[in-house]
Each structure stands twice: as C-alpha cells, then as structure tokens.
C-alpha cells in the first residue's frame, strides 16, 4: 500500500493554500531546472498536501515560461500521487456561466512552445492519453464540490492554447462550433506530463468568462478574469478543505492505470538507453528503471 500525497497546483489567482497545518517551504532541486517556487508543504484533516503555485507569487511567470516538467519532477520527487489543477478558464456553453466549476474530462493541446515530455533521444517512451484524468478524482471532486454546494459540470473538454494572448472571434466560434467546453493555457503539457510521472491527475476549470464568442459579453479581458477569480479561489479553497477531509488516506490503484504508466511505454532497449537521460528521469521513470 502507498501512502495517498495529495498535490495541489494553484493556477491564476491560487498562489498559497492557507490552511494547512505544520506548512513549511522546501526548495526540491530538480534535474529538469527551475520550478515555478519552492513547494509548501503541510496537511489538511492528516493529509499530506503538497501545494505549488504555478505562475509564483506574484504571478511572475506566464504559461509559456513555467517549467511545467520540473513543476512535475519536484511533485514526484515530494511523493505526490493525485495531483489537483485549479485553473481560471473560458467557457464556450451557456449552461457553463463565470463561476462553475467544471471536472474536464479531456484535454486537447494546442500549445507548440514548450517542452511537452521527459523522454526523447536515448529513452523513448509512449503513454497513453487516451483518458487523461483520473476518474478516482474527479469523482472526489464531485463530491467535495457537492458537500460545499458548488455548481460543477461532470465532464467537459479543455482546450489549452499556448497565448498569452486571448483568442480570435474566429478561433472562440471554431473551439465552440467543435464543442469544446472551456479553454485556458497551462494544463498542457501539464497533464501528460503528470502521466509519463504516473501521477494520478484532475482539473478543477474554474469559469471566469466567455471567452469572445458570447454575443451578450464583451471579448474578455484580464480585469475581468480577476474580478471573478476571487470568488472562484475562495471556493476552491474550500473545495480543497472538504476533498482532503474525505479523501483516501492510502493511494487507490487508478482503474485507467495512471499510476503505472509506464509499465506498457518504455520502446528503447536497455544498452540503447543514455545514461544521462536514465540520471534525470531517477524519479518519474524511477519505478520502471530500478525494476
Ligand atoms: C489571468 S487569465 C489567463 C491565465 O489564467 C489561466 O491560468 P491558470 O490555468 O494557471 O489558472 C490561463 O490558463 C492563463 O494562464
Ligand atoms: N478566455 C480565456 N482564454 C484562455 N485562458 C483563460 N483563462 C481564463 N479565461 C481564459
């Protein structure tokens, strides 16, 4: 059995979990290079909770900056196992107003400036992303958000587009007209990242506009978005308190294999294999490498 660590990682808006009894900062080193800030560790109701903000305090770093993969390699390297993502996003359904919080199910990346795996050249590897979310924790997160009387949506597809800048009119009508359900910018490469570690991943896309497409609202802006923001982290916050109370304490085995990822990915033969690669991937590929 594995000890359950419950990774939070707070997006626009999210930058501390207030609290979390006996949190402390650890600044984890990784091979990957520079995560977006030292975890904080701590626990809610005797859960470990590992907390990272992703753009820093401040929000210093935007979503083409952030090192998503040595965000990923401090969470493994802390023992994370479920990692939660809480982020602003755009809606494309009227049903989906600023203020729900919606448990995607699917992701399609349009990012194409970032680093999107710890493998390559000397050690190949090919998870599937056929399921990108762990269906465990979206089923916690339904429940948590119930319990505190949020509005969720049970399903949905996040479309992540490398920005900064918001979408066109044109490209807000083609992600509706392909029936994507909401949109922001950071959870590629994240979530296949979380996989290739075999961490168990979910998103919370907590709506704070309508993107452009809405005939009713203007085209969004940032001052918007915070406007909203507030209200959606302090319920996620909340959303938090109440998915730590009730969750496992040891790790379930994830029922689409998240956790052992790896075991059906690895292509290159052992004497094929660059040493120095083997060295960075020590923990997310640890498991698999060591036997
Ligand atoms: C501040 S609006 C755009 C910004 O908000 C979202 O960030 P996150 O997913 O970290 O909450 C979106 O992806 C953009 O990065
Ligand atoms: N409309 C939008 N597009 C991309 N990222 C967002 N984050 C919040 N709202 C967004």
Redesign the pocket.
Known sequence: MTRAVLGI??????YDLPGLEGAHEEVIKSPWGEPSAPVRRGAIAGLPIVFLP??DKG?RL??SDINYRANIDVLKRAGVTDLI?????GSFKEEMPPGTFVLVDQFVDRTHERESSFFGKGCVAHVSMAHPVSPRLRIHLAAAAEAEGIAVARGGTYV?ME??Q?STYAESMTYKALGYSV?????MPEAKLAREAEICYATV??V?DFDCWHPDHDA?T?QD??RV?TSNADKAKALVARLAQEFPREHEPCPIGSDRALDTALITAPEARDPELLKKLDAVAGRILRG
């Open positions: 990682i707070g997006g626009s808006g999210i992703r753009h929000h935007s979503p993502s809480l982020s602003a996003c992540c920005g900064p918001f949109i922001g910018m950071t959870n896309a907590m704070t969004v940032v978005i915070i923001l």
